[in-house]
């Protein structure tokens, strides 16, 4: 499993920079609104209601997520033989990913709508899970190139279990702030308060994220990286990783 562990780390960082992107961050009111059909004052109240129609969101995007990196690592298993240029050349993808990020060109592609509008939620918790699974396919100019630059080093990967491995900590990464902020929903409007000046920020450290590893990989320092870590890790818990 060498690699996984650090591999998991970056993909869960990026679930947490997508979550503080300056356009989902502002929208998790809403979503928290939308989806459990109460107002803000009500939801406070109403925490049973509001943990598990946000268990359902989170499950309806992590369902995709893992659909899709199910999906990359496929592909990356069909050109196996390829897997050192597949990794300089996602590599050299995850780099423009990230140097999008930063604002340093504009791509139309990646920043085309592709969010799905749900004007009206269908009704009871099926709906709340079907809302997710819209979430998770079509919400691709917020975290479309952070979730890509992830897709993309599974493919890299070629495993099958490390690649759901990656994609379920990238969805625990955007899941546990947006449980966190559905349980206390006042708390996380303090918390956006403080938030909204460092938008830029959070912004510039994922592009930064994902130009390293984009370099990492295609300079294949990612393994020998991950191989030194490895290596300082205690038997007892390495045997558990």
């Known amino acids: 499993m060498e690699g996984t562990s650090l591999g998991m780390s970056i993909a869960f960082t990026a679930g947490l920079l997508s979550f503080l992107s300056p356009c989902v961050l502002p929208l998790i009111p809403s979503y ?9 004052e009500d939801v406070q109240k109403a925490r049973r ?70 004007a009206n939620k269908p009704v009871g918790y099926l709906g709340t899970l079907l809302v997710g699974i819209a979430f998770g396919a079509g919400w691709t100019p917020c975290i479309g190139p952070i979730l890509g630059s992830i897709l993309t080093y599974a493919a890299s990967s070629a495993d099958l279990k490390r690649g759901l491995w990656l ?48 370099i990492l990989l295609v300079t294949n320092y990612f393994t020998v990286l991950a191989s030194a870590l490895q290596a300082m890790t205690p038997e007892a818990l390495r045997s558990r990783l």
């Open 32 to 40: 928290v609104t939308f989806i459990t059909g109460l107002s803000l």
């Open 167 to 214: 994609l379920l900590a990238y969805s625990l990464g955007l899941a546990v702030p947006f449980l966190l902020s559905a349980v206390a929903v006042e708390r996380f409007l303090d918390f956006f308060t403080r938030m909204k000046r460092q938008m830029n920020w959070i912004t510039r450290t994922s592009g930064v994220l994902m130009v390293a590893v984009g």
């Open 49 to 118: 209601a509001a943990v598990v129609h946000s268990l359902l969101f989170v499950l309806g995007f992590t369902l995709i997520f893992l659909a899709l990196g199910a999906t990359a690592t496929a592909l990356g298993q069909l050109l196996h033989s390829q897997r050192q240029w597949i990794s300089r050349i996602g590599g050299v993808l995850i780099i423009v990913f990230g140097l999008y990020t930063l604002g340093l060109f504009n791509v139309s592609l990646f920043s085309q709508e592709r969010r799905v509008h749900i």
